[in-house]
């Protein structure tokens, strides 16, 4: 008894200080959450942005499918085929976030179909035929639906082919398809031709709809809101992660989907998609918040470079931050209806002095993908028309000097390594103006400390 005693002391005196270990790890955490998501407390109005917005129409839909028709019908062509992604989420209601890829095809098929006097969609789903009750619970949104389903032991794409075709004909596919259903394709229809679809198809999804516009202006505006309002809980010594986990759970309180943002301080922005650290914020820093989300499957792109109260930034880098802007207000001035891209893209040049540090084109193209056709760069022969919607982002980046040393290269700050992109997208109205997305809440930037 007296030996186990003798052992049960320093075990239980182990045992306390465990757990008093344990409270005061406990405790530590505690407060540490305390003080993060005191940081996350919102403007009200922020989650209630977008609330009475919903989603595209089961008529808009349908008209998305005819237009596709008798383009089909124009191009001589039998069907046009996609997987889950952009594009049949745009024709069928279907994207990744209900389906995910497999190496089990589940494809959305449109084929052209003549009613009377006009030409109609038909819409088919080629699935497993294990997964067709869940397929059939898929939102699409169609007159009527045909489901061909292929059982494990069989070709899907020859079922597919022998029930949609009685003689051969020309098959377009999305080009985001992946290549081994595209050969299953071309294989399985060895008398006619599989192609990816052509400018014609493409450009369907190119011109936005007066409801893909608003749509894509609130989620642009409910994300700039929230670049404001973590902007304002910034603090000197905050890292970058942070800042960023911030900025998603403010997303996510905005009642906004796939929120993410780069966030990069200082030097880091230098490199316009980031260096892989976890800076600090000091007091001659910019913070670069380069953010997008989505609504509806909508998508915003958004950058602001700030600065914070008490911040001394250097006159240098506020001069690039003001020569940013004034590209920015250059190309938005010269984007109209009728003017092609590549003169968008060189109106900011120009403004820049056609700097070396200007190293991207300006913008993209922009809906259900962040980054879509067409393009604003030197190059693009697109000509601009109404429903075009672009990012407008010029950024100057200044990389600071590469010292050697024995055993490997690194950087080495200086005073002049900067990095300052601003960005909003506009679209072009039906009076042929360029309009920013943002503009219901202010739209471009002001200053640094007024994003």
């Known amino acids: 008894m007296d030996k186990g005693i003798a052992l049960g002391g320093p075990r239980r005196k182990r045992l306390s200080i465990f757990r008093l270990a344990t409270l005061l790890f406990t405790a530590a955490c505690i407060a540490l959450v305390h003080r993060y998501y005191r940081h996350l407390r919102l403007d009200p109005a922020i989650p209630k942005h977008c609330e009475n917005l919903g989603p595209i129409s089961a008529a808009e839909f349908q008209a998305r499918q005819n237009s596709l028709a008798k383009t089909l019908v124009e191009l001589n062509a039998s069907a046009y085929i996609a997987e889950p992604g952009a594009s049949s989420l745009f024709y069928g209601n279907i994207s990744q976030s209900n389906w995910k890829l497999s190496e089990r095809p589940l494809l959305l098929i449109i084929t052209p179909q003549q009613l009377e006097d006009k030409i109609e969609a038909k819409v088919f789903i080629l699935t497993p035929v294990f997964e067709a009750p869940r397929a059939k619970m898929l939102p699409i949104s169609s007159k009527n639906v045909t489901f061909i389903e292929w059982a494990e032991e069989s070709n899907p794409y020859e079922y597919a082919l022998s029930v949609l075709f009685e003689t051969p004909g020309s098959v377009f596919v999305d080009g985001q398809m992946r290549n081994f259903i595209v050969d299953g394709l071309q294989e399985a229809h060895p008398r006619g031709t599989v192609s990816t679809a052509p400018y014609q198809i493409k450009r369907l ?150 700097s070396k540090y200007f190293t991207h084109r300006l913008g993209h193209g922009i809906g259900l993908e962040v980054h879509e056709d067409p393009y604003l760069n030197g190059g693009s022969k697109t000509v601009l028309e109404t429903g075009h919607a672009f990012s407008n982002e010029p950024g100057i980046y200044i990389v600071g000097k590469v010292r050697k040393t024995r055993m490997i290269e690194r950087h080495v700050p200086t005073l002049s390594q900067v990095g300052v992109r601003l960005e909003d997208c506009f679209y072009i109205h039906e009076n042929g103006s360029a309009i920013f997305l943002t503009a219901g809440v202010g739209g471009q930037a002001k200053s640094p400390w007024s994003p």
């Open 205 to 354: 999804r190119e011109r936005k709809s007066p409801a893909e516009i608003e749509l894509m202006k609130c989620v642009n505006e409910a994300t700039i809101l929230s670049i404001r309002a973590v902007r304002e809980k910034l603090y000197f010594g905050i890292r970058e992660s942070t800042a960023g986990a911030m900025m998603r759970a403010t997303f996510t309180s905005a009642g906004l989907q796939d929120g993410g943002c780069l966030v990069l301080f200082g030097e880091n922005a230098a490199l316009p998609h980031g260096s892989g650290t976890d800076r600090a914020l000091g007091k001659n820093d910019f913070a670069l918040f380069d953010c997008m989300a989505s609504l509806h499957g909508y998508r915003s792109d958004v950058t602001r470079t700030v600065a914070l109260p008490g911040s001394n930034i250097p006159a240098e880098h506020l001069k690039i931050w003001r020569d940013v802007h004034a590209a920015q207000t250059a190309a938005i001035v010269t984007a109209h209806e009728g003017v092609i891209a590549a003169q968008v893209d060189k109106a900011a040049r120009a403004s820049l002095n056609n």
